[in-house]
């Protein structure tokens, strides 16, 4: 009867809410998959590090990576790798992992998760175009990522796309587009209702504009406005600030306020070891400006120490910077005889920016005035006046493109405002209905309440019954837990009965068995306790393993076994799996060898038998239960930890010729072993 009425009340609450819903809104929202939530929770907690620390990111990502059940969400986490070996200049792996990504989304149906992936790893792959100079291929790449985002799930990442395709187009010159989608990228901002703290790469991208065409004023203002989020901004985005407003200083020829702020900027890339490319593009800029100072040598030092990076990397634009910087030092040195030979050796680079066109325009004019080559000399004169000339059309074109984009914002103003006004019809005709079925909801809920209350004084009865029961379960727990004790007293009568040998064995796997469970409550012992839960072991075992087996534990004079803790059963889980599954079939001579010692910052731990190797069809292989608690324990640890506990499982060659198995841990020092 019970069981009746509260099927009934739950059914009504139910309708209830059903019909509110209902009233509300017609339309349900697509429901997510399932693993999307967890990658969107990771992908939120990593992003502020992705610039930092991509190595510690990328480490988190591959275990998610061996965790995903789907093969979407595998190469959704791989695009989070993909960006960490952008971010540490990886390039050759970056490069291997995209086209793995891409031949996936070639293959899949189309959809908006698919559009997502795409626009990843496409917005990757134009940014490692802009790292190498390839311009016109990065601004097709972010078209396209553009384009994909738009059809995607995650609409509030198509201002970062915008970002990147106004920094491409302003490096090729064009800076009346590169400044349509800096502005896109803003109202774009707006209309997601993106945080402020999102602005500052749009405000100094601006600035970057106004930089190259010499508006200083306008070039301040924006830079002031990045300026004020500096402190919330990422190391990233930090970096890039820096730069830009060192080199807008540089161009007004202020080189001391230019020099601090690549000083700044070199300091903040040094402290975050993985920004390598950020690291040399400021070495780049401090030899420039070394040069311009009348300090050759310094300049020197800089240019020889982030040239090989660069070349390695194939990055023509930056090496471009670097040839004009070398014959700017030859001329400085007066060194006419070097300045040749450079000119003969390095070779022009397309789609450079025309401001690193003038810089080298400015140093062949020198070279050829001291030369007396006036012909060519005039020749470079004239194309510094056409770049010049160049520049103050695209200042005409900016404000005509301010002027229209104003209009369109206007225009668009003006339409939202229509739209809301109609929004706001259609809801007072929404009220009118909603107010009667709240009323009817509100009349359903009064009869529920009192179906309740009648209810309420049975539910009491078996609340008490189910207490009882509690009870009863209890006292049967209890009794559970004396069973192992009344069987640790049953051992010892009957250790009490035996003598010699039988009594050894039977004393020793008592002692086995109750620290077995008392290493089950542990999550971390101390090295001492777990080499002797593990002698305990293999001594019950020699009897069966017979006189050719051969047990070798070494411990370097650095590791202190009272003191050096390590997640329990580490050591036993390996050499129990050694034991069962390649020595006690084995012929001849068994061995196993368990080597501690202690490596820079790390404990190395490695089990080693040789028991043939592990094979993975071998049906002694076990059910790997063993090693897979000893991996979860790991994983719940490293989680919480920068340096994290690595383990390897190999088959190995050891030196008689035979072939064993080696398992191998490393334990940083300082590690954390709580949980909580």
Known sequence: MDTICDKIIWRIIFSIFFLLILAVSCKQPERKSSWVEDYDSFYSSVTDSLTAYPQKVRGLTLQKMQMSTDSLEWYYYAAIVLKTYMFSSDVDSARHLRKKIEDFCDRQQPSPYIADLRSEYLNVKGNIYVRVGNMDSAIICFTDSYEQRLQGVKKELVSDILINLADACSRQGKYDVSAYWYRKALQTSDSLGLSEEKRPPVYYGLAQVYMALHDFDQCDYYYNLAETFYDKMLPYEQYIYLNNRG????????????????????????????????????MVNLGDVYLQMNEPDSAAKYISK?????????????????????????????????????????????????????????????????????????????????LDDSIRNERVKMRTADISLRYQQDSTLLAKNILIEQQKIEMLKLNEG??????????????????????????????????????????????????????????????????????????????????????????????????????????LQRRSLGPLFKLVVKVGEDVDTSQLILPSMLIQIPVENAVKHALLNKEGERCLWIDIYRSGTYVCVKITDN????????????????????????????????????TAVRNVTLPNGETGCEVSFHLPSNYDYSVL
Request: glycine fraction near 6%; charged fraction near 25%; aromatic fraction near 12%.
């Open 306 to 386: 982030c040239q090989p990076f660069f070349q390695k990397m194939g990055a023509a634009g930056a090496l471009y910077y670097i040839d004009t910087q070398r014959i700017g030092l030859a001329l400085e040195r007066n060194d006419i005889a070097k300045v040749r030979h450079l000119l003969s050796t390095i070779t022009n680079s397309e789609n450079v920016e025309p401001d690193m066109l003038h810089i080298r325009n400015k140093y062949l004019q020198e070279f050829y005035e001291r030369t007396a080559d006036y012909k060519n000399a005039f020749f470079y004169q004239k194309e510094n006046r056409r």
């Open 434 to 539: 909603l107010f009667f079925w709240i009323g009817v909801c509100v009349l359903v809920l009064i009869i529920t309440c009192f179906i309740y209350l009648y209810g309420k004084k049975r539910r009491a009865l078996l609340l008490a019954q189910s207490q009882r029961t509690i009870s009863s379960l209890r006292l049967e727990n209890i009794r559970n837990r004396i069973s192992p004790h009344f069987i640790f007293n049953v051992l010892n009568q009957e250790m009490g009965s035996r003598e010699g040998e039988k009594k050894k064995e039977l004393s020793a796997l008592v002692k086995l068995m109750r620290r077995n469970l008392e290493l089950a409550e542990q999550m971390c012992i101390t090295l001492a306790e777990e080499l002797e839960f593990v002698q305990t072991y293999i001594e």
């Open 247 to 282: 080199n807008s200083y540089y161009y007004r020829e202020d080189y001391t306020e230019a020099l601090e702020y690549f000083k700044k900027g070199l300091s903040l890339a040094v402290f975050h070891s993985d920004m390598v490319f950020e690291r040399n593009l400021c």
């Open 611 to 646: 028991g043939g190797g592990f094979k993975l069809n071998s049906g002694n292989r076990g059910t790997g239960t063993g090693m897979k608690v000893i991996m979860q324990t790991i994983q719940i640890l490293n989680a919480k930890n920068k340096d994290m506990i690595e």
